[in-house]
């Protein structure tokens, strides 16, 4: 299983950026894909999930109305996509994948598998 992120890069704030994550080394699909972050110092934090059958989103608080999380079934690939960058948005991003099955209250919880994260820096 290999879950590959990128997209990565510095912007200023109020920038936008379209991080890329593909999925490979699995036979069946994935139920729920996933972005994390983490900046230095702090946890790893979730920040947006989507679920494979009816492409349902579930966002952190700190990033709704400025990312959008979507993805694409054939290409087994999932995109994030951020507006309105803040400094505070700084932090490695993993994309991460699950496949069980998860109702939207558990979308936010670890997942069994991450990949290579891809840096985000935000100037301010």
């Known amino acids: 299983v290999q879950l590959q992120a990128s997209g990565g890069g510095l912007v200023q704030a109020g920038g936008s950026l379209r991080l890329s994550c593909a999925a490979s080394?699995?036979?069946?699909?994935?139920?729920?894909m996933a972005w994390f972050r983490q900046a230095p110092g702090k946890e790893r934090e979730f920040v947006a999930a989507?679920?494979?059958?009816?492409?349902?989103?579930k966002y952190a608080d700190s990033v709704k109305s400025r990312f959008t999380i979507s993805r694409d079934t054939a290409k087994n690939m999932i995109y994030l996509q951020m507006n309105s960058l803040k400094p505070d948005d700084t932090a490695v991003y993993y994309c991460?994948?699950?496949?069980?099955?998860?109702?939207?209250?558990?979308?936010?919880?670890?997942?069994?598998?991450y990949g290579r994260g891809t840096q985000v820096t935000v100037s301010s």
């Open positions: 991460a994948a699950d496949s069980s099955a998860r109702i939207v209250g558990t979308m936010s919880r670890p997942y069994p598998y």
């Open positions: 080394g699995r036979t069946f699909s994935w139920s729920t």
């Open positions: 989507i679920r494979w059958s009816d492409s349902h989103p």
